[in-house]
């Protein structure tokens, strides 16, 4: 039973397209987050967000936006995609900020 | 800025040898650190974790070593086995840093 799933593992699309990746744990954490991998495999924080606060990596465009219906979800939806979005996203979640948990990752390809 | 730095991408290693992994960091308000393991189309496990108030933490045949006035830290692996082939990633916590800042990664190959 994972514990953080990410969907779709692999997703392809065309620039200008809009597309979200989907996050649920079933860990009880109350935190989550998105991770974005980069060509240079750095793993950089994109978003935190629990019940009461939504935390913005500055350095994110406002084409990303993240989505929670509710506490065990965070989902991931992107605006106009470029090619530069094109990455590996990885979400998380932790019960304190320290023991995170990640998904096995969405490798998103802009064409 | 990389508050997290690791400086070798990669590290090969004999089979039943020790593979040491190495780390810096920037900002002397991370009282955190952890090691992550990650193999290909998987995402990082959580390895082994050291406080800032210690000096080493030890799990088995892996061993963290912290050393705060360097701001340095190593994971070592003894003796190292070809299933620990992966990348490792060394990530800090603290301070105004409200979330995991990762390193960029060491890709460890154990040869049989």
């Known amino acids: 039973d994972t514990a953080v799933s990410q969907t779709p593992k692999y997703l392809v699309t065309q620039m200008g397209n809009d597309k979200s990746i989907k996050c649920e744990q079933n860990?009880?954490?109350?935190?989550m987050y998105w991770y974005k991998q980069d060509s240079k495999k750095f793993l950089k924080i994109m978003f935190s967000y629990n019940n009461k606060e939504l935390i913005i990596n500055e350095t994110v465009p406002n084409r990303f936006s993240p989505k929670s219906p509710d506490k065990a979800h965070l989902n991931l939806h992107i605006n106009s995609l470029e090619l530069g979005d094109s990455a590996v996203y990885f979400c998380?979640?932790?019960?304190?900020?320290?023991?995170?948990?990640f998904g096995s990752g969405t490798r998103l390809t802009v064409v | 800025d990389q508050q997290v730095k690791q400086n070798s991408p990669s590290l090969s290693v004999q089979e039943g040898r020790i593979s040491i992994l190495n780390c810096d960091y920037t900002?002397?308000?991370?009282?955190?650190f952890l090691w992550y393991k990650k193999y290909p189309a998987e995402g990082p496990t959580f390895l082994i974790s050291?406080?800032?108030?210690?000096d080493k933490n030890e799990d088995g045949r892996f061993t963290v070593f912290l050393n705060k006035s360097a701001k340095h830290l190593s994971l070592h692996i003894v003796p190292s086995q070809p299933g620990d082939s992966a990348v490792y990633f060394c990530a800090a916590i603290g301070g105004s840093q409200g979330n995991l800042i990762f390193g960029k990664g060491t890709k460890l190959s154990v040869k049989p």
């Open positions: 998380a979640s932790s019960p304190s900020g320290y023991g995170y948990t």
């Open positions: 860990l009880g954490h109350d935190t």
């Open positions: 050291i406080s800032s108030i210690k």
């Open positions: 900002n002397s308000m991370f009282d955190y």
